[in-house]
């Protein structure tokens, strides 16, 4: 069981990471090619992919803080089925609010 326990909190770990670090680097990107490019139809869309990279961010955090808060140590794990790319999808569709439904 203490394997398990390790095994399953250094999956949660790898998995925050990649989550902070994913908007971490468009942020980072697009604003790097900011200083670069003076192009203002560019600078819309690299200014709307920083907000959008920040906002992911910002749902990443507030989701492990109430992982954190929680009071419960019991994780069980089961499997979902997800779009390929849940960011993708959302600029698909940005008026879906986020929510996705199976079909």
């Known amino acids: 069981m203490a394997d398990e326990t390790r095994i399953a909190h250094e999956q949660l770990l790898s998995a925050v990471a990649h989550e902070f670090r994913s908007p971490l680097a468009v942020i980072t990107g697009y604003a790097e090619l900011l ?3 003076d192009d ?18 910002s749902l990443a955090i507030d989701d492990l803080l109430s992982l954190l808060e929680s009071d419960s140590t019991d994780f069980a ?27």
């Open 77 to 103: 794990r089961r499997l979902v089925e997800l779009p390929h790319d849940l960011g993708r999808e959302q600029r698909r569709s940005p008026t879906s609010g986020g929510e996705y439904q199976s079909s």
């Open 35 to 37: 200083r670069r490019r």
């Open 40 to 57: 203002p139809g560019f600078r819309e869309t690299a200014v709307a992919r920083i907000e959008q990279a920040a906002e992911r961010l």
